[in-house]
């Protein structure tokens, strides 16, 4: 205590010049500036007694009075300087006692948090090492009001999320209202109308255009069908240029020593002109005809490429040369990363920046989906469904890419390279919490008829009725936990496991020969070798669970902010050696009854458990009489189980990411609608009767032309064998057999006991003497999701999608949250009238699978008022970095904006190829486009590059981890962005029409 005197002497002075110290420093990690009472350089247990002392608020009562002064509390705890300790400065304090900086604190009424770069969404990812964000790019800034956007006469403004947006009138769109939306012409009144243009390029001059739930359809004339009104009808003596033009081949790249075949398919109503003219716009190689309608591509001859090139080819109608096709055909040198889908020059920064990523980062596969305003545009695949995306020797010797595919495995041959295409469905991990989200609140709208509204939805609570009798009874009636994790403390944490701490804490190695140790850096309060142990803020457990479980509300449970931590108890140290009490399984009839209930599943295709598995009483023989094979562990017992032990900080006060909590979202989904979320996990069926299916079909419209997989939305399987052969194969590197993208594992689905006098002890089936997947065999897998925690969760990370699917899904909701809005899964479109003008952002990674995706929403307000750009004052843009430079604001709607900053490694002059310099991660600025949405997801989280980078010692110039060198993708794509040149109506160029056997592609509408 020996700087309480010095602090008292000038408390004038130097409590203003703390406040903002601590407002700075707050949880910057190895700065211990806020919440050090005692002045040792570290926020320890002592700091943490005399904040419980100063704090008084009611969430706290009873507390004793504490004999420290108002003074002294408020000089060390008072955070945000309102003169008084309370729950806003415990989460600030808790933070910086842990060290967690993944909560950013709540901001004050009228200011939300926002990232430096205007986005307001979470970047965060699924794996347990992360780094979590850096608090200090997030600021607290003041809501935009109406009163500084103008939406003109075609628009209103209205405010969302602290940020104005123009929603605009039908046959409007841009930031403010400004264009024509695609189809439309414009009159010489200004207005935008759906007329002539629209009637003869659109409907082959044979019918109407008309707005249908915001989509152009064609109203036939009488005597005529189709689409397009292509068919029947038709003066035969008006000659018409075709409306619609097919142009097959295209969808593949080729490469340097290939040749392509072109063929065109034309589409119109009465007499179309049916002689066509090819011509090679730009780009190299040649054109010669072929068969009718048909032309062959010839590249330039091998070795005249350095690089991937556009070629652009455009057919016109002979007699009306104005009316056109182009497509676009991307030409490879010998090694490139081949590429599917209809492609075009002008976005051809995605396509160079994401091979240019997979061959950094030794990635076998990837797809890539932009669209305008909610309509898909560019749906591109790269790469190949298994091995590594090129053939080069050099090339797969440095990547550690030198898997036989030849070679079977455990029974399954891994498949010969085919090219990703552009509907292969991709895991997607945590994105999958945006549509749990968005699943859930349709839920609790449809059970509760009276919460009509995505707020009210978050204000539910869980002991609100929504959660099923064994959670709400534990949560909210003070029923004992069905087991005290205090009980199992002292289980040894394996240090290699995917969750070792799930609880909170480091773990740290004390066995080199077995890889076990212990948890180390437990949460506030809690203790023991796996950080179990419960704290001051439960005193009632182990008879009673966490107090605080009664204030949880499903917004809190969406914005990660329950107090919960980012797993559920592991399944093998907590679950298993403790189910008797879970399921009350006391005398051995009763195992042999849990045995009974898995072999009378059902729904099995031959009728007969026994027929479908017949190496069941194989597996009996080989451990023995007396074992006993038990269903799988639930998602609510995983839940009951953390419910036994102290919630990490006090619900709605911190911001910590949780797959608990989206696991606890999907049981609120199921009880409220006594429906399924989805198919099982275990077994290859389709979602029928689920709510994932409904959600499909009701909000996305699914099935999709040329979509890959029936749901095109669904539950990706865990079990390699049970998998979607549609999908890739997973890949993440390990160092086994000298090094491998395939490492072989042990794939357990059907946990097993062994009776011993008076218990069922699961420690062989858990050590892996024997371990069963679903078939009843003891073999070894591909790795595919290491889910060690229990089956799933499906809510938290597990959906496999289509690009264009996805795309579909990010036009209506929101993709990601914010502390002070919890924004994942709610309607981008409220009242109809969609918000293009706001940016959101979400990761998800699991081994084999990093995704991200991105809502842009143009470039930053500043707030302040301009009538144009001399009213806006200068600004530095990359501050702090060696591409700082001063830029003049400019005025966008009546208000200063400022352009988008990203980072991205260099990159190589002469070879183009990203360098893995991370600590001279360079800076970049451009103006960012409106209502441009990118999804884009690999088949790989971790390579050899970043693992070994990760071995060396921090201090290392060439140190990084495999998350800095994965989290790039988000600079890559804003680096894309920034280097398209986007016209004022994008749509006139890339109608998302898809058909199946080639890309369709009309003359277009003129442009706005």
Not at 11 to 38: H, K, N
Not at 229 to 249: F, H, K, M, S
Not at 556 to 583: K, Q, T
Not at 636 to 655: D, H, K, N, W, Y
């Amino acid at each position: 205590m020996s700087r309480m005197p010095a602090l008292m002497v000038c408390c004038c002075l130097v409590i203003p010049a703390l406040r903002l110290q601590a407002q700075e420093l707050i949880c910057v990690p190895g700065s211990y500036t806020f919440g050090d009472y005692d002045g040792r350089g570290d926020v320890a247990l002592f700091d943490y007694s005399a904040l419980e002392k100063c704090l008084s608020g009611p969430a706290f009562e009873p507390r004793p009075r504490s004999p420290l002064t108002t003074l002294e509390c408020q000089e060390v705890f008072d955070v945000n300087g309102d003169g008084r300790v309370d729950l806003m400065d415990s989460g600030h304090f808790l933070r910086s006692f842990s060290g967690d900086c993944t909560g950013m604190g709540n901001c004050p009424p009228g200011t939300h948090l926002e990232h430096v770069s205007g986005n307001l969404g979470l970047v965060d990812e699924d794996i347990s090492d992360v780094l979590p964000p850096n608090p200090s790019e997030y600021r607290c800034v003041k809501d935009e009001s109406c009163d500084d956007l103008n939406c003109g006469d075609r628009g209103s403004c209205g405010t969302y999320a602290g940020k104005a947006a123009c929603a605009c009138d039908k046959g409007y769109a841009g930031g403010l209202c400004e264009q024509c939306a695609v189809g439309f012409e414009r009159t010489r009144d200004g207005d935008c109308v759906l007329g002539g243009v629209c009637r003869e390029r659109f409907c082959s001059g044979q019918g109407d255009c008309q707005l249908q739930r915001e989509e152009i359809v064609c109203v036939c004339d009488p005597g005529t069908s189709g689409d397009h009104c292509e068919n029947g009808g038709g003066d035969p003596n008006i000659r018409r240029a075709p409306t619609w033009v097919v142009l097959q081949g295209t969808d593949r790249s080729v490469e340097q020593g290939e040749t392509r075949e072109i063929c065109a398919t034309l589409f119109g109503g009465g007499l179309i002109d049916t002689q066509l003219n090819w011509t090679i716009v730009e780009g190299p190689g040649t054109l010669f005809p072929s068969k009718s309608n048909c032309y062959i591509y010839a590249p330039p001859t091998a070795g005249t490429l350095t690089d991937s090139e556009m070629v652009e080819i455009e057919v016109c109608s002979l007699n009306f040369p104005d009316q056109c096709a182009t497509r676009f055909l991307t030409v490879n040198p010998p090694g490139a990363v081949k590429s599917t889908g209809q492609a075009h020059s002008i976005l051809k920064p995605f396509d160079d920046n994401i091979t240019r990523f997979m061959l950094d980062r030794c990635i076998g596969g990837a797809v890539l989906g932009i669209s305008i305003f909610g309509k898909p545009v560019y749906i591109r695949g790269y790469g190949n469904l298994s091995g590594a995306p090129t053939n080069q020797p050099d090339y797969l010797e440095a990547c550690g890419d030198t898997w036989d595919v030849s070679n079977e495995v455990a029974g399954y041959t891994l498949p010969n390279p085919s090219e990703v295409q552009p509907n292969s469905p991709f895991r997607i991990g945590s994105n999958s919490k945006a549509v749990t989200a968005a699943v859930l609140r349709k839920a609790i709208k449809d059970f509760y008829t009276t919460t009509d509204t995505d707020d009210n939805v978050e204000a539910v609570r869980l002991c609100d009725g929504v959660i099923p009798p064994d959670l709400h009874d534990v949560a909210c009636l003070g029923v004992p936990p069905p087991q005290s994790l205090v009980t199992v403390s002292g289980v040894v944490p394996d240090c290699d496991d995917s969750a070792p701490c799930p609880y909170g804490g480091t773990c740290e190695v004390t066995n080199e020969a077995t890889g076990t140790g212990i948890c180390t850096g437990c949460p506030p309060g809690f203790s023991g070798i796996d950080c179990s142990q419960s704290n001051a803020f439960c005193p009632s457990l182990p008879s009673q669970a966490d107090s605080r479980w009664e204030d949880v509300t499903l917004g809190h449970l969406m914005g990660h902010r329950a107090g919960l931590p980012r797993s559920v108890p592991n399944r093998n140290r907590v679950i298993l050696p403790n189910l008797l009490n879970f399921r009350g399984l006391m005398v051995e009839a009763d195992w042999q009854d849990q045995e009974d209930m898995l072999t009378a599943e059902g729904d099995f295709p031959s009728g007969s458990f026994a027929a479908e598995f017949p190496d069941y009483a194989d597996a009996k023989d080989d451990i023995g009489a007396s074992a006993y094979f038990v269903p799988r562990v639930t998602t609510i017992e995983a839940v009951l189980a953390r419910m036994g032990a102290c919630l990490l900080s006090t619900p709605g006060s911190t911001r910590l990411y949780s797959n608990t909590g989206y696991a606890l979202l999907g049981i609120v989904a199921e009880t409220v609608s006594g429906t399924p979320f989805a198919g099982s996990t275990g077994k290859p069926n389709l979602h029928n009767g689920s709510l994932l299916e409904a959600f499909n079909q009701d909000q996305l419209g699914l099935p999709l032309p040329g979509q890959g997989t029936v749901e095109g939305m669904y539950v990706s399987q865990n079990r390699f064998g049970l998998r979607n052969p549609k999908e890739p194969i997973w890949r993440t590197w390990s160092t086994d057999n000298g090094g491998t993208y395939y490492k072989l594992v042990d794939d357990p689905k059907r946990p097993y006991c062994d009776w011993l006098s008076n218990d069922c002890n699961f420690i062989d089936w858990i050590s892996g003497v024997l371990n069963f997947d679903w078939g009843f065999l003891n073999r070894k897998t591909i790795r595919g999701y290491e889910g060690t925690s229990f089956a799933g969760p499906q809510t938290a990370g597990s959906l496999a999608v289509e690009a264009e699917v996805y795309l579909k899904f990010m036009a209506k909701y929101w993709v990601g949250g914010s502390d002070s809005n919890t924004r994942y899964g709610e309607t981008r479109c409220p009242n109809g009238n969609c918000i293009w003008t706001l940016t959101t952002s979400h990761t998800g990674a699991l081994n084999g699978t990093y995704s991200y995706v991105k809502q842009y929403g143009g470039t930053n307000n500043t707030n302040e008022t301009c009538s144009d750009d001399s009213d806006c004052s200068d600004y530095t843009v990359c501050s702090g970095t060696p591409e700082a430079e001063t830029l003049q604001r400019f005025c966008l709607g009546g208000t200063c904006r400022e352009r988008n900053e990203y980072g991205i490694p260099p990159i190589d002059p002469a070879t183009g190829a990203i360098t893995d310099e991370f600590s001279q991660t360079e800076c970049h600025s451009c103006r960012l486009p409106v209502g441009v949405d990118i999804f884009v997801s690999f088949n790989q989280w971790r390579d050899k590059k970043c693992w070994e980078a990760g071995l060396l010692d921090e201090s290392d110039p060439d140190y990084y981890t495999c998350s800095t060198a994965y989290r790039a993708v988000s600079g890559f794509m804003a680096d894309a962005a920034c280097k398209v040149s986007w016209p004022p109506n994008p749509l006139v160029l890339w109608p998302p029409v898809v058909q199946e056997g080639g890309s369709s592609m009309s003359p277009g509408f003129a442009s706005p």
